[in-house]
């Protein structure tokens, strides 16, 4: 356990689109809709739109297999604000984590519009309906999404198919470790300028990590440190 969190190597991810009955957002309609206009004065650019949140994983054979539902971005901003847990259900994610090849890993500064505004993690998102196919959702699909969409980074060919699951404070964190041919500088080079060319970057900037303690740690979700603290020691 670090942080809170315990650490599973996995050798792949599949997930579902599943029903479930969640009562939360009918039983608090109320508290939601106050809550929602109290972040959205604080951060207008959000959009209710529909997530897909965790209600059940299970690990067998080195692969985890997960199910998720779809709820409003609203109800999931409450219910994780409030550190709510009831029914086991939990925010469930996928994320490219960034290794350049002189061994720095890669965080994104969250613009001041977004809901997470100067938090520093990897690349990522809540999955939503675009990353549903069939029955299936496709979390690795969704973090090679995200990752392009904030930082112009495409997968390198032959990249790992490995992931890291991080399960605790309400969370199943499902990382992919990347490792890129160029090195930090390089990377951060190609991510400004992608930045220049779009109206309203998600991303405030970037910045490297190369141990796992620092000033900046304290900006950093737990998933964040814990999976530092476990590939750089401490």
């Known amino acids: 356990m670090s942080e809170g969190f315990r650490i599973s190597r996995l050798a792949g991810v599949t997930a579902r689109r599943v029903d479930y009955d969640w009562p939360f957002p009918r039983d608090n309609a109320a508290a939601i809709a106050d809550h929602w206009r109290a972040r959205l004065a604080r951060s207008p650019g959000m959009f209710d ?4 949140l965790g209600c059940a994983c299970a690990v067998e054979a ?11 971005y609203s109800s999931f901003i409450a219910y994780r604000d409030w550190g709510r847990t009831e029914g086991g259900v939990v925010n469930a994610f996928a994320a490219t984590v960034p290794w350049s090849a002189d061994g720095a890993v890669l ?20 999955p939503d309906l675009d990353d549903v196919r069939g029955d299936a959702v496709d979390l690795a699909g969704s973090a090679a999404r995200e990752l ?16 890291v699951m991080l ?3 309400g969370q199943l964190a499902f990382l992919r470790p990347v ?3 160029e090195p930090a500088e390089a990377l ?7 930045h220049r060319r779009e109206a309203e970057p998600e991303l405030a900037g970037i910045h490297l990590v190369r141990a796992a303690d620092g000033p900046e740690a304290v900006r ?15």
Do not use: K, S
């Open 179 to 181: 490792l890129f041919p």
């Open 49 to 52: 739109g529909t997530v897909l």
């Open 107 to 126: 965080l994104g500064e969250m613009g001041a519009h977004t809901a997470n505004a100067g938090q520093l993690y990897f690349p990522c998102g809540t």
């Open 62 to 72: 080195g692969i985890a297999r997960v199910d998720l539902f779809p709820a409003r």
């Open 167 to 169: 399960a605790g404070a």
């Open 148 to 163: 392009a969409e904030e930082t112009g980074l495409t997968l390198p060919e032959g990249a790992a198919t490995a992931w």
């Open 188 to 194: 951060c080079a190609r991510i400004a300028a992608h």
């Open 220 to 234: 950093m979700p737990g998933f964040v440190r814990a999976y530092l603290a476990d590939v750089f020691g401490g």
